[in-house]
């Protein structure tokens, strides 16, 4: 663990405050009020699953070597709620790297070898922003499958209310009757 990486982890929680107030920063201004000041995770589920998911972002970060799919785990909670606020990559991913700005303006004269360690810290971010972008991409693939399967059975119940559709048992058997297809010239013997 660099210098750099042990002061934000002496201020974890002054740091963890800082890069919340990043995420809600994305947020529509009349939302990020009430995400902010409800701490009850049922008054709040969404802002209380951030700011957790915040928080243990930043400790798995800030360890000699992250795993990735941890890493991937815990960002999870933040992009799904990006991914149904429709918020588009680029925004959904913005905070990610708000944890470099948060670090210099804390940190910039504390440790002589700033620039080496936030450089260091920078790849680290590189690697979660890339993680978070494949959340954000699965949860959005996910979000059109949900949507398509539901007009997709909202238009085959309406059709079967119009008596427009019957289902049929066996693909093939209804949709040419079976003497067209015996004497239709389908069958090549």
């Not at 982890?9 to 809600?24: D, G, N, P, Y």
């Not at 360690?117 to 996910?142: H, P, Q």
């Not at 539901?150 to 559709?165: A, M, P």
Request: hydrophobic residues 40%.
């Amino acid at each position: 663990m660099n210098n750099l990486e042990q002061l934000a982890m002496s201020s974890h929680k002054k740091i963890t405050t800082k890069w919340f107030e990043a995420v809600l920063a994305s947020f529509p201004e009349d939302k990020n009020k009430f995400l902010e000041t409800q701490g009850n995770l049922f008054m709040n589920p969404v802002g209380v699953n951030i700011k957790d998911s915040v928080k243990d972002v930043l400790k798995e970060l800030l360890e000699e070597k992250p795993d990735h799919e941890k890493l991937k785990k815990l960002l999870d909670p933040v992009m799904r709620i990006s991914a149904v606020q429709e918020f588009g990559p680029a925004r959904a991913t913005a905070f990610i790297f708000s944890l470099k700005e948060i670090l210099r303006t804390e940190f910039k004269n504390k440790t002589e070898s700033f620039y080496k360690d936030l450089d260091e810290i920078s790849k680290k971010l590189d690697i979660l922003a890339l993680i978070g972008f494949e959340n954000y991409m699965e949860c959005r693939e996910k979000i059109f499958e949900l949507k398509a399967r539901h007009v997709k059975e909202r238009t085959l119940n309406i059709l079967k209310s119009k008596d427009v559709f019957e289902e049929i048992e066996e693909p093939g058997t209804e949709i040419i009757p079976h003497e067209v297809f015996k004497k239709g010239g389908f069958d090549q013997q």
